[in-house]
């Protein structure tokens, strides 16, 4: 009799746990390779061996990033940012990104540009500035310019990290 009266204060902690788990839900951190990445039009990336995309082809190229959306009971996020780690070898152009906002009825909104610095064979990091959008609908993604070669040298993503509030 004892533990028949404790199973219901045992589902309850149980069901506590789970409500708890659930709120925090709503803070989402992700990390993807560069190769989750998708250019656009008819531009190309080439995804690497090791997951990297770069662009090798003679123009600029857009890119776009996925970033999964927590959508549901409790557990809508309205705030993107990022980090993107790239390896900008462009001596005429840098490796730019930036926090996007989508719906289908096609409001956007647009995070502020954040955008390497130099030549460089080593990764440099772009932190994104945050951007905010309540709408339910509205998808989230990381848009980035990759510049063309440079003296046979390539332009690329290396990975990207999505945080949403």
């Avoid at 149980?14 to 990390?31: F, K, M, P, Q």
């Avoid at 927590?70 to 840098?94: H, I, K």
């Avoid at 959008?133 to 310019?145: A, H, K, V």
Wanted: hydrophobic share 40%; glycine share 8%; net charge neutral.
């Amino acid at each position: 009799m004892f533990n028949r009266m404790h199973r219901p204060l045992k589902g309850l902690v149980s069901l506590s746990a789970i409500l708890a788990a659930g709120a925090t839900l709503a803070d989402s951190t992700t990390n993807a390779p560069g190769s989750a990445c998708a250019a656009t039009g008819s531009a190309s990336l080439t995804v690497r061996d090791d997951a990297e995309a770069e662009n090798r082809s003679a123009f600029l190229v857009t890119a776009l990033c996925p970033a999964e959306r927590p959508v549901g009971a409790g557990t809508l996020t309205t705030t993107l940012s990022g980090r993107v780690f790239v390896v900008d070898q462009s001596s005429t152009s840098d490796v730019c990104c930036r926090a996007v906002s989508k719906n289908p009825a096609g409001a956007k909104v647009t995070g502020t540009w954040s955008c390497s610095s130099g030549s460089s064979s080593g990764y440099q990091i772009l932190d994104l500035a945050a951007l905010s959008d309540t709408y339910t609908f509205s998808s989230f993604f990381l848009e980035c310019q990759v510049p063309a070669p440079s003296n046979g040298l390539y332009s690329r993503i290396q990975m990207y990290r999505a945080s949403q509030q």
